[in-house]
């Protein structure tokens, strides 16, 4: 049975779960283990980073191998927002460089790759059932799941994205600021030119906001982001719906002419919320599962990599036998998400030209009457 016992498990194998481990095996601590329930191959949407993720990248010791995937170069944005003019935010000064569209099915391989090369444990197609807790034993916290034998082990990390499914099994709940929903879709450009354009575009429209960014192998995903009851009265679901919506975009529109209009639609939820704690004794969450930040915030990925690295350092101090650190992560959690709130209100407030249309409308319900407090 000691062969499943662990300092740290981590259920959950995207960024913000790897980025845990890999900052805990840099730092010591050898027993970790990670448990994810897909297999990484199932297909995901991509995803730009901006150029200062290189530091984090750096402080997680994967920068040089990270370099080495070669992913497509992001030069910047630029965005139809508050006015049909387009407005533009490259990369030319900045001291990092460029940033990078990610192929994120092959980034998050890449992330679970570096955590199992410095001897982590992972097992994937796995997926977590139940927790209990032991008093006075060694490894107190006692975890099952569905086609795995139980792993006990001294703390726990929730990865388990916005579900927090672990986080809940200790009485957390999560605080829901406002929920959006995204439906995209991937065009090959193969026989255009807009593989060539590696800036992000965003468009706002009086159903929500479009987002295109280029992706490797001439790929580019096309979303839009709007509110879930407004998505099912415009039926969304159904491609050819959607479809009639991106041809009334002004820029969108124009940079996928002349590629075939996919016949499959991806959809997901986009909440805004917070976990209510998101850490305890024994246990804190990390990435969608402590807080999930709305897309047009651009920090997914970002924010997962930065959590790992916070984290680490809060659980090294627990086992160590000082909580405080589990106090400051709490409150860092907490303090960048009102922080993100109040950048959110000032994005969707700068855009005027549909007040009456529902989902600027509820924006604005949700922005002047759920700020977190």
């Known amino acids: ?41 199932k297909p995901k949407i991509g995803e730009s980073i901006p150029p200062n993720t290189q530091t984090l990248l750096q402080r997680l010791k994967i920068f040089d191998a990270f370099s080495l995937q070669h992913y497509e170069p992001c030069l910047g944005s630029y965005s139809c927002w508050g006015s ?37 444990v992972l097992v994937d197609n796995t997926r977590f059932d139940n927790l209990s807790v032991m008093k006075n034993d060694l490894y107190p916290i006692k975890l099952s799941f569905e086609n795995h034998p139980d792993v006990c082990c001294r703390f726990v990390v929730d990865a388990t994205g916005q579900s927090a499914k672990v986080a809940r099994k200790f009485g957390a709940t999560v605080n829901m600021q406002d929920l959006m929903v995204s439906f995209a879709a991937y065009f090959d450009c193969q026989d255009t030119r807009l593989n060539e354009n590696k800036l992000t575009l965003l468009e706002a429209v009086e159903h929500g906001w479009w987002y295109c960014a280029s992706l490797p192998n001439n790929l580019q995903v096309v979303s ?20 009639s919506l991106l041809k009334n975009s002004i820029h969108i529109n124009s940079r996928i002419e002349g590629t075939v209009f996919p016949n499959r639609l991806n959809n997901w939820k986009t909440p805004s919320s917070l976990l209510s704690p998101p850490a305890g ?89 759920l700020k977190y407090g």
């Open 224 to 243: 839009l982001t709007t509110d879930i009851a407004l998505a099912k009265k415009l039926r969304l679901k159904q491609p050819e719906n959607w479809y």
């Open 281 to 369: 004794n024994g246990w804190l969450a990390v990435g969608d599962a402590a807080a999930c930040y709305d897309p047009i915030s651009s920090q997914g990925i970002y924010k997962a990599l930065a959590n790992g690295l916070q984290a680490a350092k809060a659980i090294v101090q627990w086992l160590d036998g000082d909580p405080e650190g589990l106090t400051e992560y709490r409150n860092k959690v907490v303090k960048d998400f009102v922080n993100y709130l109040e950048q959110r209100d000032y994005f969707y407030g700068q855009e005027q030209r549909w007040q009456e249309a529902e989902f600027w409308a509820k924006r604005r319900a949700y922005l002047a009457g």
């Open 84 to 120: 049909t003019q387009l407005g533009f935010n490259d990369n030319l000064f900045n001291p990092y460089g460029a940033g990078w569209h990610l192929d994120r099915s092959q980034f998050d391989l890449f992330m679970a790759r570096q955590f199992k090369a410095l001897s982590g």
């Open 1 to 41: 049975m000691r062969d499943f016992c662990f300092e740290v498990a981590i259920i959950g194998g995207g960024p913000a779960g790897t980025a845990t481990g890999i900052a805990l095996k840099n730092m010591g601590i050898d027993s970790v283990f990670i448990v994810e329930a897909g297999s990484y191959s």
